[in-house]
């Protein structure tokens, strides 16, 4: 089976920045459902944003998404096959570019804009994120926009959906169901979802996939359920993931203390997708 993202030893650095992105690897196949975990300004939104082809690195093998360069082949974000929702009040459409979600439009105006759409599909959506049609964009509450967001987001049937924390302001319910509708997608028609979150809540049973990121690294890659069998921890994502947080904070006091000196990573030899007892410390 092809891999649906495939990203081979990954580097980048922003303009005039030293290098940031450092030799970061991944192989997912098609129906997989993987969370990006990290701590602020590990790299997740620069790393989606590189995964969406919105930022040019190395050669065109190098970032494959549904076996074409994500940067280099247009056509797959122009089809809205390769899907990205970030954190900005704004959708690009096909290649009609960044459409803005606020002014005086309707929730209407707003989704039925979106040419080429399945109507099933759309009342679907419609329906699940619970959205008035006759909403004001300059008038709705920071949920209501992200429901028309997200809505107008999905609307095309994706085979790559990029996802950068965007449902940080729907309510329980919201949330669950998009999470519900997007496992359905992936079980039933080999979608794959690459979510950065750091919300944990219900996504033990969501996910296939985890991947902790750390300072532009992949540090630690996990599947499910092996993480809850070979882990001696308790049985929820935040209890995974809060060890590995607490252990790069002391790393990072650990290397100023020591005058910026090299602490070793007891983390940095495990592969990817290992199933083995990974230890979260430093010494
Ligand atoms: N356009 C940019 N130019 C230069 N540096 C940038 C730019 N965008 C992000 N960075 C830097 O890259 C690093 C990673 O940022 P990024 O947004 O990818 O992190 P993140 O893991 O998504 O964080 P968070 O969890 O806070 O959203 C940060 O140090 C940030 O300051």
């Not at 602020?40 to 790393?47: I, R, S």
């Not at 999470?179 to 028609?189: G, I």
Request: net charge negative; hydrophobic share 40%; glycine share 8%.
């Amino acid at each position: 089976m092809e891999n649906s993202v495939q990203i081979a030893g990954l580097h980048f650095a922003y303009p005039g920045q030293p290098p940031f992105i450092s030799d970061f690897s991944l192989k997912l196949n098609p129906g997989s459902r993987c969370l990006l975990v990290g701590a602020n300004g590990a790299g997740k939104t620069t790393l989606l944003r590189i995964f969406a082809g919105k930022h040019m690195v190395g050669g065109k093998d190098v970032v494959r998404i549904l076996g074409q360069s994500a940067f280099h082949d247009t056509s797959l974000t122009c089809s809205g096959e390769l899907a990205y929702l970030g954190e900005s009040w704004s959708r690009a459409i096909g290649c009609a570019g960044e459409v803005p979600l606020q002014g005086d439009f309707s929730a209407e105006h707003m989704i039925f804009g979106v040419e080429g759409v399945d109507p099933d599909r759309r009342e679907k959506l419609i329906d699940l994120l619970d959205i008035d049609l006759e909403w004001k964009m300059h008038k709705v509450s920071d949920g209501q926009r992200r429901r028309v967001q997200i809505c107008m987001g999905l609307l095309h049937v994706f085979q790559v959906l990029l996802l950068d924390e965007v449902t940080v302001d729907l309510d329980v319910v919201a949330r669950m169901d998009l999470l519900s509708f997007l496992m359905e997608e992936c079980e039933q028609r080999g979608a794959t979802v690459v979510y950065s979150t750091h919300i944990f809540d219900g996504l033990e049973s969501w996910a296939t996939h985890l991947a902790y990121v750390e300072d532009g690294k992949l540090k630690q890659t996990y599947t499910f359920p092996d993480i809850f069998y070979t882990l001696d921890r308790p049985k929820t994502l935040l209890r995974i993931v809060e060890p590995l947080l607490r252990a790069e904070r002391k790393h990072r006091e650990n290397v100023a203390a020591s005058g910026g000196g090299q602490v070793k990573s007891a983390m940095a030899e495990t592969s990817p997708w290992s199933s083995r007892r990974h230890m979260a410390y430093y010494r």
